[in-house]
């Protein structure tokens, strides 16, 4: 039976990705996220790794899907992935697993220009054995200027605060993050936020506080939607990732403000999938784009921060209008004062029920 | 060559013998040459349709990661009586496996299946194998050192129930009920109840596009079958563009039309029907998924009806009125039971299709639009729970061929028509 299943999901599911395993040896296949964080991976990485050493980048968007895949096709036996970009949470399944390569971090890894080590570079405790972080990205509320005439919100309890900020709220269509800024609004200090979040009392009271907005939420679920629905004036506050937030603040000019109250911060970053086909050149990419000059370059196209400390130093302006990119990373002293780490942990563990809730309490 | 006849006129029994042959060679020749036209049909079917659908089958019930991953503990499990703490050549097995299955990197596989039973036996697995350098003999003592839980009765119950090869845990999640450590299966408390209102909202909101689609498509139909061929073409055309357009694009046109800021309400706002703070929400919502829907499946009931309205000879109305009949009777008694079996086409094309949709209510949908078949591509893509998207998709299926099934038998196979 067992036999049956692989062969039958290799017809299955690997033959959608299998489209991509037609390709010349001096290529390899990079997945990411697609949009604004693609291009800015191109411009940074891929594009100077490709004159560098002749090998051809593909992109392909399908990390949103990419622990799907990574289980799809090691189950078939036809890895096709060279390169997946994967948050740290999702990395850490993959490598409990047996799904990605472990790496030497030490040996696989450049060290800091001054000679400090990848695991000392790095931040603390995110290199988990497959996973190589490149940036600290956030998930955080912002609001349309034009939605607010006079006093504008400022903290995460306004925007459960529909009577002093009315108008719709956009949010993202799964438990993560919005569980803990119900808790937040409710008072809950942010240090407490996943004790409180692991008792039955504590989902209890977050899903109370969500039930006081929730006929005014619209919901979305790629991060392209929550930028559209706030630029379209459908909603006056909605959450999404900072940097596409900044990508419509800065290349579209959209009267966007941040609210960095409360913005909950997570790693994201490479595995290579065990079995990947072009093995060798997979791992030279990932040297190469990790390394302490690259993951600098990176804050130039985006407002995501790098996740080596030798980098941070580095980071300079934006490559097409020239501002100062220190303000706008999430991890700007001025920006980090509230913030929620997502603690990859408790989610690996409470997703599957908290997810089933969720999406009962959609329904209702 | 000859045949030869004998003096009564019959073939001899050799001649008889030797055309038998003869034709059933040709026959078999004509046989090969008819398989081997169908057969890349065949094939094709079977890799793309039943191939898969056999996987969704075995899926829902398929419960392989515990026994294959957790070898050792799940046969020494076999002979536990579930009434206390196991002893310490449980708690052996146990080490064993997580120290082996650490190693090859597989003890995340059954960790991940344990959590879908109960949440946090992820982290007790991975979590314990992680301190693998504790593990030491007594087992028993040194694993619930480690984490607590391993001194918990129903972690065990909850092990030993997984252990089994087969399971039916994904179809009574799919029923929205829990099933207890003791295997006590219980409807799950009311907030967390899902599948069963999204089956029900999936058949009746399937039921009201498809009797929107009659409503609507009939008259279109109708018009086409009577109009003289040039206009008619015409026409036709402006039913099939739509038809020939990108479903995403059809349904982005929806958004830009029906949003709050869209062009509708700017319209209504503009001729003071309705005042700007009270715009109209005609979309992420349920409204949204049948306006869409009924829109992007108007030609799966027009295409049907019309084919059947055209092969009805207009003469037998002409006879009905001659005979007395008012218009609305020669209509109603005479024209539409001939059209009777371009409807149940219609309708049954349309129903089956809007009761799988998932691109269309995931987009306009909104909660209150979402059908059963987000649900299966959530737990395919997102949750990753692919038992419990299979057990989802026998119950669609079960479902469907329910639903034809009694169709059939009420409006009958005949009266089924395509043209």
Redesign the interface.
Known sequence: ??K??KL??A??LGSVVAATAVQAADSITVVSWGGAYTASQRGAYSDPFTAETGITILDSDQA??G??GL?AQSEAGNVTWDVLDILEGDSM?A????LAV?LDYNKDLNAAPDGTSPLDDFIPGSLNGCFVPTIVYSTVIAYNQTAFAGDKPSTIADVFDLKKYPGKRALEK?PDANLEWALIADGVPVGEVYNVLDTPEGVDRA?AKLDTIKDQV??W?AGSQAVQLLA???VSIASGYNGRIFDAQVNEKQPFTIIWDGQVFELDGYVIPKGAPNMKAAMDYLRYATDTQRNADQAKYISYGPARSSAAPLVSTHITTGIDMGPHMPTHPDNFKTPVKKDP?FW??????????F?????? | MAITVDSTGDLSPEEQKRLKGDLSRSLRQKKIRAILLVAPLVAFILVTFIFPIGNMLVRSVDNPQVHTYMPNVTEALKSWDGQELPDETIYAALAKDLIEGRKAKTIGKAATRLNYEKSGMRSLITGTARKHKKIVAPYKESLIGIKKKWGDIDTWKIIKKTGSPVTGSFFINAFDMVESPDGEISFAPEKQQIYLKLFWRTVWMSLLITFMTVLLGYPVSFLLASLPMKTANILMILVLLPFWTSLLVRTSSWIALLQTEGILNDLLVWLGVISNEARVQMIYNAIGTVVAMTHILLPFMILPLYSVMKTVPPSYVRAARSLGATNWTAFWRVYVPQTVPGVSAGAILVFILSIGYYITPALVGGESGRFIGNMIAYHMQKSLNWGLAAALGVMLLVMVLAIFALYSRVVGDNKVKLG
């Open positions: 039976m067992k049956t299943l039958s999901t017809l299955v949103g899907n622990l799907a289980r399944l490598c409990d697993e047996g472990e799964k899903f619209v919901w679920e379209d004036g459908e942990g690996a563990d409470n997703k599957d029920d908290l997810s089933e809730r999406n009962a309490w959609l329904a209702q």
